[in-house]
DNA sequence: CGTCTACTGAAACGACTGTTTCAGTAGACG
DNA sequence: CGTCTACTGAAACAGTCGTTTCAGTAGACG
């Protein structure tokens, strides 16, 4: 593991502590045992920084899909399952730090479209729609029907997220999970069923 | 109308466009027509400053509550009219810019919980949520059931905002919203109902 | 040995930050 | 008129910011 690698995952243990918007280049050097002018001559810049920050997150985002992704078949297990395996995911308290990076670049995309920040929510909203379309039956997942309620589940566990993130009221917030779950069957058979 | 009062409007007005975690006095005093000598002066510093525009801003947040409120006996609405009331006020494009100063108070609030922004996140979700009990009939208000369906319409609610201000792509979230109504109707009668 | 490349510590640069100091101005009251 | 209070413009203060300059050190190669 080169020096910069090491720097890097030094830098996002500490932007997981401290945020990444105030983000200043001495206390995280002070804090990780190096300095600016080794990080800017590695990084290119402040901003160059950042930007590696952010991919090394994405990383860890697009390793909890893929998970999901590899929990069987994604076309055969259906939005209700994947849902499920989201937010077992997402309500694991060891990725709370992540999830509120993640949250916090976000809102900063929204605020400030352009330049570091990018297009960061548009992109993460695809991504996470895209793995919900893989999860979906081939006919439903070309429906508008369809696009409708992988919409719909992907923005439950978004407000979930929000909600547990503020409030650490995991019990309250899964229960909403589990009362929504039975929900999210193709249209033709909404509501309770004898069984699967 | 006083100096102060007017002031806070035109800061308000600038927060809406630039954001506020990046606030700073002299770009914002400079755009309003003032001076960073006279805000300080009247607001005490910039913390205060901050403080009164994230308090405007719930104004704004408090008066779309009781919209709700006052359109028709709360108790007797029901969830579902709720959430279509709100979300017909989140979606208008007009509520976009204190929709997007909201996710960033929220999403700062998480990465730094003391301070100025304080409790703001963990505020917002007892706010919408208070709402959405009143909204119930008091017997499922006080169920377990009742406080997880509250908890699943607000995570709807929140997860279809992000989803928009991302995207912009109202015509698919609202179908998401579209989606999720029927659902939200009382548990001993979920599903497809021949009449409400 | 000399030389070249990769890397790094210390310090300084200019630009910005919130805040304060100082010197007023404008208006009300006696 | 004098005086007092409320307000404000200009400038300076001390601090932090990202970045750069300069002067090296360490190690590999010939």
Redesign the interface.
């Known amino acids: 593991m080169t020096r910069k690698e090491e720097l890097l995952e030094a830098t996002y243990r500490y932007v997981l502590e401290h945020?990444l918007?105030?983000l200043s280049l001495r206390p995280l050097a002070a804090a990780i045992g190096s300095s600016p002018r080794v990080l800017v001559f590695l990084f290119g810049s402040k901003e160059g920084l950042v930007r590696a920050v952010l991919a090394r997150a994405r990383t860890d985002e697009l390793a909890a899909l893929d998970h999901v992704r590899a929990s069987g078949d994604a076309a055969t297990i259906g939005l209700t399952t994947a849902v499920e395996c989201l937010w077992a995911w997402l309500a694991t308290p060891d990725h709370r730090p992540v999830l509120?990076l993640w949250?916090?670049s976000?809102?900063?995309?929204?605020?400030?479209p352009g330049g570091v920040w990018g297009d960061f929510?548009?992109a993460?909203?695809h991504d996470w729609l895209a793995l919900l379309a893989d999860c979906q039956p081939a006919r439903e997942r070309h429906s508008?029907?369809g696009?409708?309620?992988r919409?719909?589940a992907?923005?439950?566990?978004?407000?979930?997220l929000?909600?547990l993130?503020?409030?650490g009221d995991h019990k309250?917030?899964s229960?909403?999970?589990?009362?929504?779950l039975?929900?999210l069957r193709p249209?033709s058979r909404?509501?309770?069923l004898p069984s699967a």
Do not use: K
């Not at 976000?106 to 400030?112: F, K």
């Open positions: 945020g918007t105030q509120t949250a916090e976000y809102a900063r995309s929204l605020v400030e929510a548009a993460t909203v508008a029907d696009s409708a309620r919409t719909l992907l923005a439950v566990l978004r407000g979930a929000l909600d993130l503020a409030t309250r917030v229960a909403a999970i589990a009362h929504q039975p929900l249209a909404t509501g309770p």
